[in-house]
């Protein structure tokens, strides 16, 4: 009994270790693991997962191989050790429809998801990369899966073919190479080798994908920035209303007269720390969602218009007032996230009608907050909100099998 709750702590703390990122802590739990008990498949299958990020292939191979010799009648482990093998060998169409196998069988596999995601991202499905990618995070409670998966990059790993390697004393930890067969290889299809611009291209896009907050960090920091410019100009935490007319702010005589760039430069403009700092933990807190479900191009549409739209709105319903912050623009991010929970209510399960639920529950209770407390430009809100979620459903990238 005290030897099983050891193995388990061991594979909990590398399936934890994994998802964060943590790729040598994985390996050092599956090893202690492997010695406890040398003859387990899932042990095997997490260190080919916890060497595949190390980059350690002949180690992945072997463990892999290790995995199918132990569960030779088929079963989970085997056929996710079969997706790595094809993995390797940038079978990747292979390796996505045993993965889509595995998540069949074992649907909080959180590693199945993520390895997923990173498959169809490969093939250029970045809508339901994302979702996977989404999943992977929740089933992992946050987990992000960084730097698991091999580079773009070919990577050098040994053919197989004939018999597999014996694994001495039940352990994947050898490192010796299996002999090879050039002549037995499959041949790479020709999809699988993209010219030197598509590969710059497929390596920026990864690169941009490992940092799933970017652009919120970016407009976070952008607004920021601005504000304390500002507020060293105006020797205080607020902003002296000249300086924020004399840096952009919405106010509707100037735009009537033409000053229409005023309704863009007020979304980055705040009138107190308390102002900036609300709106940019709203966006801290929604934003990262909604770029990675549209992707980052469309996240910043959604951003950049819904913000515009409430401005307008503000400047046909109140036209006399000082306008500025960031609202509406995150109010469309808020639509544009109800949207999508709507919209994939059933790819979600039980998980997407609770977030549609929380959604509109937060949703009221911004809308009573700001029609009964003075001060709030509600009319942003209303706009950027719809305006977001009109957005939304035309940017709402098309995934095969989505029904509304």
């Known amino acids: 009994m005290e030897a099983q709750t050891d193995i388990q702590t061991y594979m909990n703390r590398g399936k934890q270790a994994l998802a964060q990122g943590e790729r040598r802590e994985a390996a050092i739990a599956y090893a202690h693991a492997a010695q406890i008990e040398p003859n387990n498949p899932a042990v095997h299958l997490g260190l080919a997962e916890a060497n595949l990020a190390l980059g350690s292939y002949g180690v992945v191979y072997m463990a892999s191989r290790k995995v199918q010799e132990l569960q030779p009648e088929g079963g989970v482990e085997s056929t996710m050790a079969q997706a790595l093998l094809n993995l390797l060998d940038r079978r990747y169409d292979r390796a996505l429809q045993e993965v889509d196998t595995v998540i069949t069988q074992d649907p909080g596999n959180a590693y199945a998801h993520a390895l997923r995601s990173y498959l169809l991202r490969l093939n250029g499905q970045d809508y339901d990369a994302n979702l996977a990618r989404a999943r992977a995070a929740r089933l992992s409670y946050g987990g992000h899966f960084d730097n698991a998966f091999p580079p773009v990059e070919p990577i050098s790993t040994p053919a197989y073919g004939g018999l597999p390697p014996t694994m001495q004393n039940g352990s994947a930890g050898q490192t010796a190479e299996p002999t090879t067969n ?66 952009g702010a919405q106010y509707g005589p100037m735009v009537a007269q033409g000053e229409y760039w005023r309704i863009f430069t007020a979304m980055f403009l705040h009138f107190n720390i308390f102002h900036i700092g609300l709106n940019m933990l709203s966006l801290f807190f929604i934003g990262p969602a909604v770029e990675v479900f549209y992707g980052k191009w469309r996240y910043l549409v959604i951003y950049l218009v819904s913000g515009i739209v409430g401005g307008i709105v503000t400047q046909i319903l109140t036209p006399n007032v000082l306008a500025a ?25 039980a998980y997407g009608q609770g977030a549609i639920m929380n959604w509109v529950f937060w949703v009221g209770i911004n809308l009573v907050f700001g029609f009964s407390v003075g001060g709030i430009g509600i009319w942003d809100h209303i706009g950027g909100l719809v305006a977001g979620m009109i957005i939304a459903v035309l940017l709402m990238p098309r995934s095969r099998g989505r029904t509304l």
């Open 325 to 349: 912050g960031a609202s509406g623009a995150i109010f469309g991010v808020f639509g544009a996230l109800g949207v999508f929970y709507l919209v994939n209510r059933r790819a979600l399960g």
């Open 182 to 247: 050039s002549s037995q290889r499959e041949p790479v299809p020709t999809w699988s080798r993209p010219n030197g611009m598509q590969r710059q291209m497929i390596r920026t896009r990864f690169a941009i994908s490992q940092h799933p907050r970017l652009v919120t960090n970016i407009l976070i920091g952008i607004n920021v920035a601005i504000y304390l410019i500002l507020a060293f100009i105006s020797r205080g935490l607020d902003i002296d209303p000249n300086v924020l007319l004399a840096a």
